[in-house]
């Protein structure tokens, strides 16, 4: 921006703006509707080489899990869609990307100011990369769930359309807001259900608001009591092998103390990522358990820790995730993090695209006690207020609604980072975007109902070993 003067404010908007429609040279909006693959797409292999970087043990638990339907596939197959995403021209237009930004991706979460927000909330895939990628996975997840849920075909599209048309009029709203606004914008849950109010029906409000009152409860206690029990006057993690198996039964009692040892050291090193005053709250707590937690589909076989930490008193709790993070899937297509940390680049995504962000958010590098070797973590509270909408449950009304909140809260996280102006004039005033968008959606769909079906014959001849834990 030139000397921060109103005429240099307009030439620098007005060339954002003519940067946004040069792009539609590159990648016309249409062009965003066709799903281009390369010959040699080898999904079932992409997916097997990413295993040999997890816990080999858990591996067949992730198998297991994509095997349920073709939606809990796609949840798992991440790097096989950057891979097909990145064989297609695109738009040109970076954004921080999620890089796992389906349906399930979304949802309700404590804000350190105590509301609840709902936002995107999981990065391990976070990498800048081209803004569209995000919104076709996120579009076709819509389209994936509802094939699930026996929704029409006209419902299933409905929703594509919905996710790329709020994307694209929330991107122009934002492109005429001040940066400051755009940065503060957020979703206040308990604001946005009383809003609905005059458009949905009491009987479904109700439910929403049952929903509301179910996240509140969904905190840390609440964690506490289905994971923990009382031992000789001690609170310890229950053992669930192989989902949750405290330390003492991986390590046998000899290296216990070790153990603990190392995870004192983590929490050392890993609170100096965090602000000094909430390393002042970390050193009123102390260590009393911690087990490996198996989480998610996609993040099954990264090591993932949860350690239950008491206050001085010995009576207030605190559960807190470790969660390994590896180089995001996008990293081959995208380029490098410029993180050398992965977990940092975890964090640093998360906090550039979410409005709020878990006050205990941290990371460090630490050597894993099975082998010793350096890995990369990113810690959070195990659970606070955290809550995911149950899409089993949606109707077509809901699903739209849901589709329409996802949309938004996209396009703000990427205004955040990307250029929202160049962005709101690419995307225009028509619709052609969210129709190729939605054009784009179920072509991937009935491309992953082949994955899926390519998937279960792996398994069935012995290339993918899975076995079902639920």
């Not at 192989?242 to 190392?262: C, H, K, S, W």
């Not at 109707?395 to 329409?404: S, V």
Request: glycine share 8%; aromatic share 8%; proline share 4%.
């Amino acid at each position: 921006m030139t000397g921060g003067s109103a005429n240099g404010e307009r030439a620098d908007r007005a060339g954002r703006v003519g940067l946004g429609k040069k792009a539609r040279t590159v990648m016309p909006l249409e062009s965003h509707g066709d799903l281009s693959t390369a010959p040699s797409r080898d999904p079932v292999g992409l997916l097997l080489r990413q295993a040999g970087s997890r816990v080999a043990e858990l591996v067949p638990i992730r198998h297991g899990r994509m095997l349920v339907s073709p939606f809990s596939y796609f949840r798992g197959a991440a790097l096989p869609m950057a891979a097909d995403l990145a064989s297609a021209p695109v738009s040109g237009l970076r954004a921080q990307l999620c890089g796992d930004a389906h349906l399930l991706n979304f949802g309700a979460f404590a804000s350190p100011e105590r509301r609840l927000v709902f936002d995107l909330n999981d990065f391990d895939e976070t990498l800048p990369g081209p803004f569209e990628w995000d919104v076709k996975r996120l579009a076709t997840s819509f389209v994936v769930a509802g094939r699930d849920l026996g929704l029409s075909a006209r419902t299933q599209r409905a929703t594509a359309v919905v996710v790329a048309e709020r994307y694209r009029t929330a991107m122009r709203e934002f492109a005429r807001q001040p940066i400051m606004d755009v940065w503060y914008a957020s979703v206040d849950v308990q604001r946005y259900i009383t809003q609905l109010r005059s458009v949905i029906k009491p009987k479904r409000l109700k439910a929403a608001e049952a929903l509301l009152s179910k996240a509140y409860a969904r905190d840390s206690m609440q964690a506490l009591g289905k994971l923990t029990t009382m031992v000789d006057g001690r609170r310890r993690i229950i053992s669930r092998p192989p989902t949750t198996v405290p330390i003492e039964e991986l390590f046998g009692q000899a290296q216990t103390d070790g153990v603990y040892d190392l995870v004192r050291t983590v929490l050392a090193k890993y609170r100096h990522s965090v602000q000094p005053d909430r390393r002042h709250l970390l050193d009123q707590f102390s260590v009393d358990g911690v087990a490996r937690k198996v989480v998610g589909v996609g993040s099954v076989g990264t090591r993932s820790w949860i350690a239950l930490l008491t206050a001085v008193d010995g009576q207030e709790p605190l559960l807190l995730q470790a969660k390994e993070a590896q180089p995001s899937v996008l990293a081959a297509y995208c380029g490098r993090s410029g993180h050398s940390n992965q977990g940092e680049r975890v964090v640093a995504g998360q906090r550039l695209m979410q409005a709020a962000s878990d006050i205990f958010l941290g990371w460090t590098r630490v050597a894993e006690p099975d082998d010793h070797r350096d890995r990369d973590f990113y810690i959070r509270q195990l659970r606070d207020w955290k809550f995911s909408v149950p899409i089993e449950r949606m109707r077509p009304e809901g699903m739209t609604l849901y589709a329409r909140l996802c949309g938004w809260t996209l396009a703000r996280a990427h205004a955040r980072s990307g250029d929202r102006i160049a962005l709101a004039a690419y995307l225009g005033g028509s619709d052609r975007f969210d129709q190729a968008i939605a054009d784009f959606a179920e072509a991937y769909a009935d491309l992953n109902e082949s994955d899926f079906a390519a998937f279960q014959d792996a398994a069935k001849h012995g290339r993918v070993d899975a076995v079902h834990d639920a």
